[in-house]
């Protein structure tokens, strides 16, 4: 296995649902990150924590909000998603040197299906 | 805004046939990484390359690299039906805001026929 572990694997839930991601790397890395994988486009970078302090995304809505309580645990709590916002979700870790992106290590997923 | 673009889309050949990949981006960058992914399931890294690279091997994998035309090609040499997964690139093209991380083009789909 990659290290990076994420529970659960499916996940299916209704709009006025609250409802958490978890991830788990057991590799000593010191960044974190959330991924949404929406069929025919790109992976899309939804938050990077590095040394457990989140970089600003603003592009991501509310409704998704991370927490990282230490460098080996991440979530993403969900809360009134979209029909929309069904997609795969990964988590990823990595070493980072300064401010250059290294190779990443990624999570099987949380395949998420809104209802 | 999409960075890396892989060519073909989606390529079909026969097992022990050589694959060749390739990527295109925009802006200049720190490296640039390839990724696999089988059905379903997270991404794998395969390898990454530094803009004062030109030439990388692993195993059976060869990446090459031109800043000029900021482009990138895989190739895998004598594939095999396990290599049938989607490949990615992604780029590490650091602005200045540090916020920018790693941007992945949509794949190129590659099934090895038996």
């Known amino acids: 296995e990659t290290g990076v572990t994420q529970t659960p694997r499916h996940l299916v839930m209704g709009m006025t649902n609250k409802k958490s991601l978890k991830c788990e790397q057991h590799?000593?890395?010191?960044?974190m990150y959330w991924y949404k994988q929406s069929a025919k486009k790109p992976l899309e970078l939804m938050f990077v924590?590095?040394?457990?302090?989140?970089?600003e995304n603003n592009s991501v809505p509310s409704r998704f909000s991370p927490e990282c309580p230490n460098s080996s645990h991440l979530f993403l709590h969900l809360h009134t998603l979209q029909p929309e916002d069904s997609a795969l979700y990964l988590c990823?870790?990595?070493?980072?040197?300064?401010?250059?992106?290294?190779?990443?290590?990624f999570g099987p997923g949380t395949r998420l299906t809104v209802l | 805004s999409q960075q890396g673009e892989e060519d073909p889309q989606a390529l079909s050949i026969q097992e022990g046939e050589n694959a060749t990949m390739n990527c295109s981006y925009k802006?200049?960058?720190?490296?640039l990484q390839w990724y696999r992914q089988n059905s379903g399931r997270g991404l794998v890294h395969l390898i990454l390359?530094?803009?004062?690279?030109r030439e990388k091997h692993s195993g059976r994998l060869r990446v090459t690299l031109d800043t000029s035309k900021k482009s990138s090609s895989l190739l895998i040499t004598a594939s095999r039906a396990a290599d049938t997964a989607s490949y990615f690139c992604?780029?590490?093209?650091?602005?200045?805001?540090?916020?920018?991380?790693?941007?992945f083009g949509k794949g190129t789909h590659l099934i090895i026929q038996p």
């Open positions: 990823a870790s990595s070493q980072q040197t300064g401010l250059t992106y290294n190779e990443q290590f």
């Open positions: 590799l000593g890395h010191n960044a």
């Open positions: 924590y590095s040394l457990e302090e989140r970089v």
């Open positions: 802006t200049s960058i720190n490296n």
């Open positions: 390359i530094r803009s004062n690279e």
């Open positions: 992604a780029t590490d093209s650091y602005s200045g805001g540090g916020a920018d991380g790693l941007t």
